[in-house]
């Protein structure tokens, strides 16, 4: 889903820095359940073109079946990337977009 989603984007004309865990290719390696790769993520996207204008959040891990069968630490693993990944994706790209006015947030809280 995130490739077909990178694809439709080049194709537009739009630049895209895709992640991924083994990073293949011109891909930015980055674990998006860690908060310091996804900051240091997006801190390579943004050298390499500046700040983040649009965000698809696709990475996701799917469990072993029941939850009979599934071991809480992998669990842990799905929640953290399913759910984490996602939060710590948007906190990075919002900062991004509210300071360009691509979105409307109230200001930053002291």
Do not use: Q
Not at 11 to 35: K, L
Not at 76 to 97: K, P, Q, S
């Amino acid at each position: 889903m995130g490739a077909a989603a990178c694809r439709r984007f080049e194709a537009n004309g739009d630049r895209v820095v895709a992640v991924d865990r083994t990073a293949p290719g011109d891909v930015v390696e980055c674990d998006v359940a860690d908060e310091d790769s996804v900051a240091a993520a997006f801190a390579e996207a943004r050298r390499r073109h500046g700040p983040v204008e649009v965000l698809v959040c696709a990475a996701a891990v799917t469990g072993a079946g029941t939850v009979l069968d599934e071991e809480p630490a992998a669990w842990r693993r799905i929640l953290d990337v399913n759910l984490t990944g996602a939060y710590l994706c948007c906190r990075e790209a919002i900062a991004d977009m509210r300071d360009r006015r691509v979105i409307r947030m109230p200001p930053k809280a002291d």
